[in-house]
Every structure is written in C-alpha cells, then in structure tokens.
C-alpha cells in the first residue's frame, strides 16, 4: 500500500471506531506494517474484522497482516510448480486440480476401453478442456446406452448405469434419481 492509501484505510478505521487515533506516529506505524501488502487484502481483512467476534474493538494491525500474503510474495505462489505423480509432469499449483481431475476422467475412459477403436491417452491429456469435456460426454451417453441396452445387468452395473444416467440427466437440468 502507498502512504496514501494507508491514510484513507485509517480514515476508515476511525469512521467506525471513534476512538481511533490517527496522530502522526500512528500514521508512520501502520505504513510501516501495510506497505508490502495490497489494498484490496487490507481491506477485506478488516471487513472480516468488522463481522467477527472482535468487531467492538479497534482493530490491532497485527489482526490486519496475519495470513495475508505480501504483494512480492504473490508472484512466487503463482508460480509455484507441483509434480504429477502420475505422468510426472510439472504444472503450476492452479492447473494441479483440474489436471488429476482429467487423468481421472482416462482411466474411468480405459476400464471401458473396449468401446474405442482407439484410446489415445497422450492426446486425451494434452487437449483442450472444452473438446475433452465434449469426447468425455460423448464417451457417457455411449457407455449409458450400451449398459442401458443390456439385458441383465450386474448389481455394480446397475449401480454405474444410475450414475451416468445422473451424469446425463444434471448436464441436460433434470432432476437426478438418488438410489
Ligand atoms: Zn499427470
């Protein structure tokens, strides 16, 4: 935060706590304390502070600073890089999620491998998350059908043809069955 900013964050301290004093001294302390975070975290922080059970008293700047991260800081979190351990790749700690969630999605794809003429798991990792979302879709309406069109089914196969047919159903918005 610039010294300015600081001033205008204590004005609005003092706005809610008459109390507040906003002298010099307090002024060059509380910059002191601010200046490596942002704007936006200070001030959400101490809307926390306003709501919660400490909210009758003027809030310390140790309250404000503890778990916020320091505006040079963020840049590393960002660029903080994670290992797959299933294909070893490195990704960045933001893509981690939806990446496992894909490897996910290929091996449910492999253990019916047999519907495709081909299961390429290279290029299914590397697409893109809207064509794979579409040949994942793709890949449930068949499954769903081909168990649907079973004659007799396993108590598991009964169990998986319900949940795809719940996969189906909540992507179309109708309500799903819960057994
Ligand atoms: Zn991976």
């Not at 706005?15 to 304390?33: H, I, K, P, T």
């Not at 601010?34 to 809030?59: N, R, T």
């Given at each position: ?54 909210g ?28 797959c ?16 969630e ?69 992507k179309?918005g ?6």
């Amino acid at each position: 935060m610039t010294k300015q900013e600081v001033v205008t964050f204590l004005e609005k301290i003092k706005a809610n706590y008459q109390s507040f004093s906003q002298e010099g001294y307090v002024l060059n302390e509380w910059y002191e304390r601010l200046k490596d975070y942002d704007k936006e975290d200070v001030y959400k922080k101490f809307e926390e502070h306003l709501k919660g059970d400490l909210g009758s008293q003027i809030p310390k700047i140790h309250f404000i600073t503890k778990y916020l991260i320091k505006s040079s800081e963020k840049g590393n979190q960002n660029n903080y890089k994670v290992l797959c351990p299933n294909c070893k790749k490195v990704l960045s700690l933001k893509d981690y999620e939806a990446h496992i969630e894909r490897h996910n999605s290929i091996e449910y794809m492999k253990l019916h491998s047999k519907m495709f003429t081909i299961l390429n798991e290279e290029k299914l990792l590397k697409m893109p998350e809207v064509l794979f979302k579409e040949k994942y879709d793709e890949f449930i309406e068949k499954l769903c059908e081909v168990l649907m069109s079973k004659e007799e089914k396993t108590q598991s196969e009964k169990e998986e043809f319900q949940r795809l047919q719940n996969y189906v159903y909540s992507k179309a918005g109708m309500p799903i069955s819960i057994n």
